[in-house]
């Protein structure tokens, strides 16, 4: 079998994954607010309508419709005026290879206002639908939102709330004979199987545990957090959970040195067959507002081998962060990104780390670092030797006069506070039959910013 056919292969195993996650992906503006103005008090907002994860080898995604704020001291940060505060999808079906849960229109918004004295951040999603039980599946969700919000009254008194709910509706048989016959046993499917859902969840046969409507809100010493999450599926057998339509809020006090802003992940495909799928970055550990108070967080993946072709393989995947300040004015942190080993047809990368770090002074100095190490690389199960120095490119062929992909180091970009490294970019070249020309896949990733606001 020739290296060019095995490199085919595996891009094709991206291409597999990217028909499950693709959505037409589009960002649109809301009205304006009120001017952007800085507070005393740091803001972060999540919202996202799907994510899947799994324990073992399988499916992983990032979050689609994924609207996020990193940490700022900023009020009146609205999608007027904010990258990223808002995003929507036209639809999703999940997993890829037999969906399951079909994720209608999506939208989620994150900004940051200041009303009547209160001064807070919130995260709304909105899903017109879902419909769950496989291709022929009629049990529908409709009308799902999640909103988050975190706030400071204008007292200072820290508050947070959270909300989750949907309707349900029947349609006529599922077409999946164990479904259908769980819910023939019941006097009203509606009532029992859905509507009134435990906590620790309804099992129904032939499409997994079902999870709704989580909230949780709560105000502690110096910070208030709100989270709620609409719907959470764990498939049957497949060791793959679901989670469609989250908000996350959280706002903070006591940030004497400034806000923190980064993670470290392990790696992030964010472009396949031509854009159309945002896979994400996984094992994303952000650093927070405050920092990490001197501990180490870390976010980990056992590693993930999308369509099981065994040519795109992902070992395990880790990202962290740590971070602490002082109320002298003096501020450190660092994220760090980290992949075990990639196999992607003839190529091995093994052992890749990227770690990015800042430091402030008391006096306000900032320095900043970013390195990069890789254990090996192989081709064709040869090792290739010294690696090369940051911002160099090799490519790699397949002996035939075929360009597979391009291969850049230590790629390094900084502003006044803020440095990012990525390890490894892997880019696909023209001469691979079936692959997505253009596909980047980025490994060791870190990012870390100590800003005023």
Same mark, same amino acid.
């Given at each position: 079998?020739?290296?060019?056919?095995?490199?085919? !292969?595996?891009?094709?195993?991206?291409?597999?994954?990217?028909?499950?996650?693709?959505?037409?992906?589009?960002?649109?503006?809301?009205?304006?607010?009120?001017?952007?103005?800085?507070?005393?008090?740091?803001?972060?907002?999540?919202?996202?309508?799907?994510?899947?994860?799994?324990?073992?080898?399988?499916?992983?995604?990032?979050?689609?419709?994924?609207?996020?704020?990193?940490?700022?001291?900023?009020?009146?940060?609205?999608?007027?005026?904010?990258?990223?505060?808002?995003?929507?999808?036209?639809?999703?079906?999940? =997993?890829?290879?037999?969906?399951?849960?079909?994720?209608?229109?999506?939208?989620?918004?994150?900004?940051?206002?200041?009303?009547?004295?209160?001064?807070?951040?919130?995260?709304?999603?909105?899903?017109?639908?879902?419909?769950?039980?496989?291709?022929?599946?009629?049990?529908?969700?409709?009308?799902?939102?999640?909103?988050? /919000?975190?706030?400071?009254?204008?007292?200072?008194?820290?508050?947070?709330?959270?909300?989750?709910?949907?309707?349900?509706?029947?349609?006529?048989?599922?077409?999946?004979?164990?479904?259908?016959?769980?819910?023939?046993?019941?006097?009203? =499917?509606?009532?029992?199987?859905?509507?009134?859902?435990?906590?620790?969840?309804?099992?129904?046969?032939?499409?997994?545990?079902?999870?709704?409507?989580?909230?949780?809100?709560?105000?502690?010493?110096?910070?208030?957090?709100?989270?709620?999450?609409?719907? !959470?599926?764990?498939?049957?057998?497949?060791?793959?959970?679901?989670?469609?339509?989250?908000?996350?809020? /959280?706002?903070?006090?006591?940030?004497?040195?400034?806000?923190?802003?980064?993670?470290?992940?392990?790696?992030?495909?964010?472009?396949?067959?031509?854009?159309?799928?945002?896979?994400? /970055?996984?094992?994303?550990?952000?650093?927070?507002?405050?920092?990490?108070?001197?501990?180490?967080?870390?976010?980990?993946?056992?590693?993930?081998?999308?369509?099981?072709?065994?040519?795109?393989?992902?070992?395990?995947?880790?990202?962290?962060?740590?971070?602490?300040?002082?109320?002298?004015?003096?501020?450190?942190?660092?994220?760090?990104?980290?992949?075990?080993?990639?196999?992607?047809?003839?190529?091995?990368?093994?052992?890749?780390?990227?770690?990015?770090?800042?430091?402030?002074?008391?006096?306000?100095?900032? !320095?900043?670092?970013?390195?990069?190490?890789?254990? #090996?690389?192989?081709?064709?199960?040869?090792?290739?030797?010294?690696?090369?120095?940051?911002?160099?490119?090799?490519?790699?062929?397949?002996?035939?006069?075929?360009?597979?992909?391009?291969?850049?180091?230590?790629?390094?970009?900084?502003?006044?506070?803020?440095?990012?490294?990525?390890?490894?970019?892997?880019?696909?070249?023209?001469?691979?039959?079936?692959?997505?020309?253009?596909?980047?896949?980025?490994?060791?990733?870190? #990012?870390?910013?100590?800003?005023?606001?």
């Amino acid at each position: 079998m020739t290296t060019k056919r095995t490199m085919a !292969r595996a891009t094709a195993a991206l291409t597999s994954l990217a028909a499950g996650l693709a959505g037409a992906v589009a960002l649109s503006a809301a009205p304006a607010q009120a001017a952007v103005r800085p507070s005393d008090y740091g803001f972060q907002t999540l919202a996202y309508a799907t994510r899947v994860q799994g324990d073992g080898p399988g499916v992983q995604s990032g979050r689609t419709a994924f609207s996020w704020l990193e940490c700022t001291r900023l009020t009146g940060l609205n999608p007027s005026n904010t990258r990223s505060a808002h995003e929507d999808i036209a639809g999703i079906d999940l =997993p890829a290879d037999n969906p399951q849960v079909q994720v209608g229109a999506a939208e989620s918004t994150s900004r940051t206002y200041r009303k009547d004295g209160d001064v807070g951040t919130v995260s709304t999603n909105k899903i017109a639908k879902v419909v769950l039980g496989g291709a022929a599946a009629k049990i529908t969700i409709t009308g799902l939102t999640t909103e988050a /919000r975190a706030w400071a009254d204008k007292s200072g008194k820290l508050r947070s709330s959270a909300i989750a709910h949907g309707g349900v509706s029947l349609q006529g048989a599922t077409g999946n004979p164990q479904l259908d016959a769980a819910l023939a046993q019941v006097s009203n =499917p509606l009532s029992d199987l859905l509507s009134n859902i435990p906590l620790d969840g309804q099992s129904i046969p032939g499409l997994g545990t079902i999870y709704v409507a989580h909230t949780y809100h709560g105000v502690h010493k110096t910070y208030a957090n709100s989270n709620a999450t609409v719907l !959470r599926i764990v498939l049957e057998g497949a060791d793959t959970t679901v989670t469609v339509g989250r908000s996350w809020a /959280r706002i903070n006090r006591d940030m004497p040195a400034g806000v923190f802003q980064g993670s470290g992940y392990g790696i992030d495909i964010p472009k396949v067959a031509g854009g159309v799928a945002h896979v994400g /970055r996984l094992a994303n550990q952000p650093v927070g507002c405050q920092g990490t108070q001197g501990k180490v967080r870390e976010n980990d993946l056992a590693g993930f081998d999308p369509g099981h072709t065994g040519q795109l393989v992902v070992g395990a995947i880790s990202g962290q962060a740590w971070g602490v300040q002082k109320r002298t004015g003096y501020a450190k942190a660092w994220t760090q990104g980290r992949i075990a080993k990639l196999v992607l047809g003839p190529l091995t990368v093994e052992g890749v780390v990227g770690k990015a770090t800042v430091t402030q002074t008391s006096s306000g100095k900032i !320095r900043k670092s970013a390195t990069f190490s890789i254990g #090996r690389l192989l081709q064709d199960g040869k090792e290739q030797g010294a690696i090369p120095d940051p911002g160099q490119d090799i490519i790699v062929g397949d002996g035939n006069g075929h360009d597979l992909a391009k291969l850049r180091f230590g790629v390094k970009t900084q502003t006044k506070r803020a440095i990012q490294i990525t390890a490894l970019r892997i880019e696909l070249l023209e001469g691979v039959d079936g692959a997505p020309i253009g596909t980047v896949i980025r490994l060791g990733n870190a #990012r870390t910013a100590i800003k005023r606001y």
